[in-house]
């Protein structure tokens, strides 16, 4: 039953949009919205990521995973190494 | 970076997103095993959490169902604590509405391979996105979050916990290296920075899902300055 009614609702919320509004040019007023929503959320999945577990904000490997993957970044690696790198060094604090 | 995302006025497509979404393909299928592991431990049987991942295809809202209601919580505190964690899919879904084209059942067809990964990929940084991107990474990650999935329910725990393997950490790397490209404008820095904020003072007071939704409201930082 609950798989029913959270698989019809994720259903509806990620179509909602395209259903009613797919397919037409935004606005240009609402562009400049658009284009900020995107670093507003990857910021907070970054952050809720990286420093919260459940209601706790809190600093373990992983923080040591996204500073990797700052350092790739800075030496202009490509994505998947950025990804590989955090998840190694997340791995291999966690050995420690 | 500007090999890591579609630039804005050019096309990068299909195969990008396909590229794009590989390395976190590993991560996809380890996560679908260990959520079709917790749904069977929890009682879910075998047809429920593959019908859950083909449908649902969001694992915040699939992982909180099958451990609300196998901790023996209520069907409505399962239901409201997936719906709160889906719902960033409303802005989400709005703001690549105008790239999904076809008929209304085309649109939700590929409406369903839009999630987090998918649309930050996409993601061109000027409001606009690419289709093609959207989808392929859309389709690489589905088939991953399945087969996971699928292996965790009729394999059960032979991956072990993908937290072993630091697989937890590729996401919000993989968010981090798709931000910084967004950073080098004044407006996008300040959404960053408001976002990121909002979303860490709410994790202790509220419920999971509510910081992300919060979040999107910073995208009105300085709207009302233009």
């Given at each position: 039953?609950?798989?029913?009614?959270?698989?019809?609702?994720?259903?509806?919320?990620?179509?909602?949009?395209?259903?009613?509004?797919?397919?037409?040019?935004?606005?240009?007023?609402?562009?400049?919205?658009?284009?900020?929503?995107?670093?507003?959320?990857?910021?907070?999945?970054?952050?809720?990521?990286?420093?919260?577990?459940?209601?706790?904000?809190?600093?373990?490997?992983?923080?040591?995973?996204?500073?990797?993957?700052?350092?790739?970044?800075?030496?202009?690696?490509?994505?998947?190494?950025?990804?590989?790198?955090?998840?190694?060094?997340?791995?291999?604090?966690?050995?420690? | 970076?500007?090999?890591?995302?579609?630039?804005?006025?050019?096309?990068?497509?299909?195969?990008?997103?396909?590229?794009?979404?590989?390395?976190?393909?590993?991560?996809?299928?380890?996560?679908?095993?260990?959520?079709?592991?917790?749904?069977?431990?929890?009682?879910?049987?075998?047809?429920?959490?593959?019908?859950?991942?083909?449908?649902?295809?969001?694992?915040?809202?699939?992982?909180?169902?099958?451990?609300?209601?196998?901790?023996?919580?209520?069907?409505?505190?399962?239901?409201?604590?997936?719906?709160?964690?889906?719902?960033?899919?409303?802005?989400?879904?709005?703001?690549?509405?105008?790239?999904?084209?076809?008929?209304?059942?085309?649109?939700?067809?590929?409406?369903?391979?839009?999630?987090?990964?998918?649309?930050?990929?996409?993601?061109?940084?000027?409001?606009?996105?690419?289709?093609?991107?959207?989808?392929?990474?859309?389709?690489?990650?589905?088939?991953?979050?399945?087969?996971?999935t699928v292996a965790g329910v009729f394999g059960g725990n032979f991956l072990g916990d993908p937290r072993d393997y630091g697989l937890d950490a590729?996401?919000?790397?993989?968010?981090?290296?798709?931000?910084?490209?967004?950073?080098?404008?004044?407006?996008?820095?300040?959404?960053?920075?408001?976002?990121?904020?909002?979303?860490?003072?709410?994790?202790?007071?509220?419920?999971?899902?509510?910081?992300?939704?919060?979040?999107?409201?910073?995208?009105?930082?300085?709207?009302?300055?233009?």
């Amino acid at each position: 039953m609950a798989v029913l009614i959270v698989g019809a609702a994720a259903m509806a919320l990620k179509s909602a949009g395209p259903v009613v509004a797919g397919g037409r040019e935004l606005p240009l007023r609402v562009l400049p919205l658009v284009a900020a929503l995107a670093p507003a959320l990857l910021a907070a999945f970054v952050v809720t990521g990286s420093f919260s577990t459940g209601r706790s904000v809190v600093i373990d490997e992983r923080a040591l995973g996204l500073v990797a993957a700052a350092v790739c970044v800075w030496g202009r690696a490509p994505l998947l190494v950025a990804v590989v790198a955090a998840a190694a060094v997340t791995a291999l604090a966690r050995l420690v | 970076m500007s090999s890591d995302r579609p630039a804005a006025g050019k096309k990068a497509g299909f195969a990008y997103g396909v590229r794009a979404a590989l390395p976190l393909c590993v991560a996809l299928v380890a996560f679908g095993a260990s959520f079709g592991v917790l749904a069977r431990a929890n009682g879910f049987g075998v047809m429920a959490p593959i019908v859950m991942s083909l449908t649902t295809f969001t694992g915040a809202s699939q992982f909180a169902t099958v451990s609300i209601l196998g901790d023996g919580g209520g069907l409505g505190a399962a239901v409201v604590a997936a719906i709160l964690l889906a719902s960033r899919y409303l802005p989400i879904g709005l703001s690549v509405a105008p790239v999904l084209r076809g008929s209304r059942a085309a649109r939700f067809g590929q409406a369903q391979l839009v999630i987090d990964e998918s649309w930050a990929v996409a993601n061109r940084g000027d409001g606009t996105f690419d289709r093609g991107t959207l989808l392929g990474a859309g389709v690489v990650l589905y088939l991953s979050w399945q087969a996971g999935t699928v292996a965790g329910v009729f394999g059960g725990n032979f991956l072990g916990d993908p937290r072993d393997y630091g697989l937890d950490a590729a996401f919000p790397a993989l968010f981090f290296v798709l931000l910084v490209s967004q950073l080098k404008s004044r407006e996008g820095a300040v959404a960053a920075l408001a976002g990121a904020g909002i979303a860490l003072l709410l994790v202790p007071f509220t419920r999971a899902g509510v910081p992300i939704v919060a979040a999107s409201l910073a995208c009105f930082a300085g709207w009302w300055r233009r």
